[in-house]
């Protein structure tokens, strides 16, 4: 007969004495466990004392956690974590060097746990660390020099706490004074630094810029990014990924210009963000990521290619303005811009500006700007009008002319000569390319917390996003030539170009010259055949007892997909909770019972490396209380206001469960496959439809593997040119019988 659920079998150890065998009755306050366990051991004043988890993280048990405490577990018995807090706060002012380094170092330790961070703070733990960080470090400046690694130590087990206790999100970081951020950067600043030192600063410095718009003003005037570059040139790949992610954070919150402020401090960040957008255009920044980070030998982990991803999200968003800026017709510096690419193109100047030749001008001007390819043969700035791409189609068109001036002329010159309606217009093509590599490219998109996909060639140049204009547009005009199209087929043409673009993307070439190499063998050619072979793939047949046959076999289908669902809800998943600081992820833990009838869940320390049993998950959903499933905006936790959580991509993969007293369980599925599996296993348990898109991919793909398993047996098989012979008539009929 199995034990009770409510008893657990478990050993406890004490310091200096032999650990105890006993059973816990998880009905009895843990109070009374703790008692019990004291008076075995003679031990007075038991509210003094509290179980832990022996292993690494030595975390307290408490009445909400309890539940985790599986047979065979190991216990501490250990002193309360209010006692503990006490104890290292006396201790930290210690006089004694050495006291002070070890109860840091506790405390580093210690301030993982939750429930001691709670006590800790409580004590004001977080203003006396704030003070060894502003003052007592320099109380032991002096004898830095001879100690110089325990000096590091002291400093790196203190930022350490700091982080790990603001990590839980208990105090708020509009709290610290000016002399800590100056303190904080001047760490950063430093030449010579102790790594552990530097990383948990940058770690700082992100927090803080991540979760305060005021902290950011504080920390903008501290820090530039100048003086982090330095930081990406050594070899230390953590040291660089917290690196990159400060600047990450300084141009994400950074300010817009209708933000109501002081204008003292607006002059001070607009000079900040004129200094980071023209450090980034310059190729120190560029360079030194590529040679050291991108190219290093060392590979890049996930969390460096987020970072990356980020940065060149961002570096993109600061083509938004250009992108949104409508052309005035009227500006004549503009209008300059458009004169100089008819110069540039036809070899001309402009004529001078006498009465009688007002006409003629301008027929020449409409006949140039016809070959030119605009819409507007009359005033081409009215093209310009249209958002996106605005004023940044323009930028692109002037740069292509100026750097790439044979390839721009001779793509003008041979479609303004052709007379047989197919020429390829460049500065309509241009106008929508632009836009087309803007939706590519995501760009005034916030940079999504899941995404690792950045692209190596674009930190290869300068002006990356200007030659992969360039590189595109002469695509555009070869595959033009190559499909023979009109302007009546010009967005077919675009269609195909985009289908170049995104497939060679997929290819993560690492330098536009090898982008535009794989570009060269997918020409339009080659993209026929890839349609033509992916059409055969996903043959379907369209005879009417082909399509009843489906009919038959989709129920069938559909049973096998949602059986897969809920298979894949019994597995479980693991979720992340959203924080400001994604390297110090907290994980939560969510499965199906095997009988379809309660959803388990609970949080985690860490990601699990396989499935996580039902025992350990301590709370408990009854799926018969569900009563709907809420995806996207509509979710509570997407309707909190959070730069992180506003992103498309975030949104797409948020979803709800509403359950009784309305009261929500809220999801970020860790991808878009996860969210699909969840929220079709979730509506199936609710008994309505399936509606992702993974089940409709999952059915056209086993529709098709079934389709063509049931036609199997006519492959192969010969038909007679001449019809078999017919047979002799039976002796009787039998065996005739009515089917109605």
């Not at 994400?252 to 963000?273: G, M, S, T, W, Y």
């Not at 002037?398 to 390829?424: M, P, T």
């Not at 369980?665 to 509506?683: Q, S």
Request: net charge negative.
């Amino acid at each position: 007969m199995p034990p009770p659920a409510d008893l657990v079998k478990v050993a406890i150890e004490w310091p200096g004495a032999f650990p105890k065998l006993m059973e816990i009755d998880q009905k009895k306050p843990l109070s009374a466990i703790i008692k019990e366990v004291c008076e075995g051991w003679s031990l007075g004043n038991h509210e003094n004392f509290a179980l832990q988890i022996a292993d690494a993280t030595n975390f307290y048990i408490t009445e909400k956690n309890r539940n985790d405490i599986k047979n065979g577990s190991i216990l501490r018995l250990t002193t309360s974590p209010y006692q503990t807090a006490v104890q290292l706060h006396e201790r930290i002012q210690s006089t004694s060097m050495d006291s002070k380094l070890e109860s840091l170092k506790d405390l580093a330790n210690a301030s993982r746990d939750i429930t001691f961070a709670q006590e800790f703070i409580n004590l004001d733990g977080i203003s006396l660390l704030t003070l060894v960080v502003e003052s007592g470090s320099e109380r032991y400046q002096k004898i830095q020099k001879i100690m110089k690694p325990c000096f590091g130590d002291l400093l790196s087990f203190t930022l350490t706490a700091f982080v790990e206790l603001m990590d839980h999100g208990i105090v708020s970081w509009d709290t610290f004074s000016v002399a800590f951020i100056k303190k904080i950067a001047s760490y950063v600043n430093k030449s010579a630094m102790d790594t552990a030192v530097l990383q948990r600063s940058l770690a700082i410095l992100e927090s803080m810029v991540l979760n305060s718009q005021d902290l950011y003003h504080k920390v903008a005037q501290e820090i530039t990014i100048g003086q982090l570059i330095p930081h990406l040139q050594g070899t230390d790949q953590d040291i660089q990924t917290y690196t990159i992610a400060v600047i990450n954070a300084l141009f994400l919150k950074a300010p817009e210009e209708k933000r109501q402020v002081d204008e003292h401090i607006v002059d001070i960040l607009n000079c900040h963000l004129t200094e980071m957008a023209h450090i980034l255009a310059q190729k120190q920044l560029r360079s030194i990521i590529l040679s050291n980070v991108i190219r290093s030998p060392t590979p890049i982990n996930d969390e460096m290619s987020h970072q990356l991803y980020v940065l060149q999200v961002l570096t993109f968003n600061l083509l938004e303005d250009r992108m949104m800026t409508k052309m005035d017709p009227q500006d004549q510096a503009q209008r300059d811009i458009i004169f100089e690419l008819r110069r540039i193109a036809f070899d001309v100047e402009c004529e001078p500006n006498n009465g009688g030749s007002t006409e003629k001008r301008k027929s020449m001007y409409t006949r140039d700007y016809k070959k030119l390819g605009f819409i507007n043969h009359v005033n081409p700035a009215v093209d310009f009008t249209q958002i996106p791409p605005g004023m940044l189609a323009l930028d692109n068109m002037l740069y292509f002319a100026r750097h790439h001036q044979d390839a721009y002329i001779r793509i003008v010159l041979e479609n303004s000569s052709r007379e047989d309606k197919h020429e390829c217009p460049f500065g309509r093509s241009s106008i929508e390319l632009t836009k087309m590599l803007c939706e590519i490219l995501k760009v005034g998109e916030l940079p999504s917390e899941n995404c690792h996909d950045f692209h190596p060639m674009f930190f290869t140049h300068d002006r990356s996003f200007e030659e992969f204009f360039c590189i595109c547009i002469q695509l555009l005009n070869k595959t033009w030539k190559e499909m023979r199209a009109t302007s009546e087929d010009f967005n077919k043409v675009m269609q195909v170009v985009r289908e170049q673009i995104m497939r060679a993307l997929t290819l993560k070439p690492n330098s536009l010259d090898q982008f535009k190499s794989r570009l060269q063998n997918l020409s339009y050619t080659e993209i026929l055949k890839i349609r033509q072979s992916e059409r055969m793939n996903q043959e379907d047949f369209q005879s009417r007892p082909i399509l009843e046959l489906r009919e038959k076999i989709q129920p069938e289908i559909m049973e096998l997909i949602k059986q897969q669902r809920l298979n894949r809800l019994c597995d479980g998943t693991c979720f992340r909770k959203i924080s400001s600081r994604r390297r110090q992820d907290k994980f939560w833990y969510c499965r199906l019972s095997p009988n379809h009838k309660v959803l388990h869940y609970g949080d985690l320390e860490e990601s699990p490396q396989g499935e996580v049993p039902h025992d350990s998950l301590q709370e408990k959903l009854p799926v018969a209380d569900i009563k709907a499933v809420i995806t996207g905006k509509d979710c509570p936790h997407m309707k909190e206001k959070g730069a992180l959580k506003q992103n498309k991509e975030v949104l797409e993969l948020a979803f709800s469960v509403l359950y009784e007293s309305d009261e929500y369980l809220n999801f970020i599925a860790p991808d878009k496959h996860e969210y699909c599996v969840w929220t079709d296993g979730l509506n199936a348990l609710l008994g309505k439809e399936m509606t992702s898109d993974y089940t409709k991919s999952d059915m056209d793909t086993l529709l098709s593997m079934e389709m063509k398993l049931r036609l199997l047996d006519l492959e192969n098989i010969q038909i007679p040119e001449a019809p078999p012979p017919i047979p002799k008539e039976p002796s009787n009929y039998d065996f005739v019988y009515d089917c109605n």
